[in-house]
């Protein structure tokens, strides 16, 4: 019963963890402007109602500006963040900025505080986890702008977490465009909740291997192991699943089971993507070789075709549009679609036989 009681009241905490008060009917008189108001701020110029003597309340806030650190709290935010971040990312999205220290300098700034506190107080152990590649690059043409783009990432790893989130960006705005909550969310709202989580991640990345560090445990690998290195790898990438399912449950209001699934079908769409991707590059360069532009054309179709009907199937079953359609007329525009797919298929086979066959080949091997 205590610990039910304690989980009652640490849920009621993050979903409402403000409490303001209520407004006095006592007047001040503004130091800058000279208006006469009652309230907490000057309705003409802003200013905050205590504004007055210097304090060293005064000089803290004005060193911490210095560092861009001063209006709101960045401890605070971090501190929402780990323990109520659905909740927190909600709040922001849906307009209460007051409350949140600016998202994308969170993240730049979590990332410095939490690297140089790792280099500082376990730099062996933190070395083992973040080191840069300082390799020359020797490629040339295209091949070495994405060999730079690739180890600048790896030299900096908010960028890097940042867009591994930011591939759930317009899956997220598929599936849970119709939650209970935040429906209707745009894809700037979604480039933010990444942002957040980003942060959140690094974050829990580092309570736990500091944790793991001062527990005296030893995995018994070494700098450049390769078991070592897969090792971070594995278990800093299945904290991306937990958080994602905790943020977006508190975020869209579905439940444990609702959230579970749909995360899942996000999973696909990102698949069924990158192989539509994949499969329209491979057909276009086999058929440009071969001066075929209406195989390009109709093999780029179908597999665009493909990844719509995926997608609209997902939508089907995400909003279950059959309880309030009908199943005959819910499912005939993708089944429409599959006869299509199927025409254009016939018709790439009839113009160049095992075409498809060579495409699939190609990307399986």
Known sequence: MILKRLYLRFRDWQRNPRQYPELGSETHCCNNCGQEYAGCFCPRCGQKARAGRITWATVRSGLLD???????????????????????????????WQVSFPPVKMLVLVALIIYFLGKTIFPEYWSLMIEEDSTPITSTGWEYYWDYFS?????????????????LILPTWLVFRHSPRNARHTVPQGFF????????????????STCVKLSGTNFGYDKGSS???????????????????????QIFGYSWWGTVWRW????MIIVAAFFAYFLS????????????????????????????????????????????????????????????????????????PGYMLRVFTILFE
């Open 281 to 352: 590059y491979f057909s276009v360069i086999f058929a440009v070789e071969e001066s075929r532009l209406l195989t390009v054309i109709l093999c780029v179709t179908f597999f665009v075709l493909c990844l719509s009907t995926f997608l609209l199937v997902i939508d089907v079953i995400n909003r279950r549009l059959w309880r309030e359609k009908g199943w005959q007329q819910t499912w005939l525009m993708p089944v429409l679609l599959v006869f299509v797919s199927i025409g254009i298929y016939i018709w790439v086979e009839i113009l160049e």
């Open 151 to 167: 180890l600048w990432m790896g030299n900096h790893i908010e960028w890097m977490l940042l867009f591994i989130f930011s591939l």
């Open 66 to 96: 210095v560092f861009g650190l001063g209006g709101r709290s960045l401890p605070y935010s971090m501190w929402q963040l780990l323990w109520r971040p659905g909740y927190f990312i909600s709040d922001y999205i849906s307009g209460k």
């Open 227 to 249: 078991s070592f290195e897969n090792l971070m790898m594995v278990s800093s990438l299945s904290l991306i699943p937990l958080i994602v399912l905790v943020n977006y449950k």
């Open 193 to 208: 909740i990444q942002v957040f989580m980003t942060a959140e991640y690094i974050m829990w990345l580092f309570i736990i």
């Open 264 to 267: 899942l079908m996000m999973l």
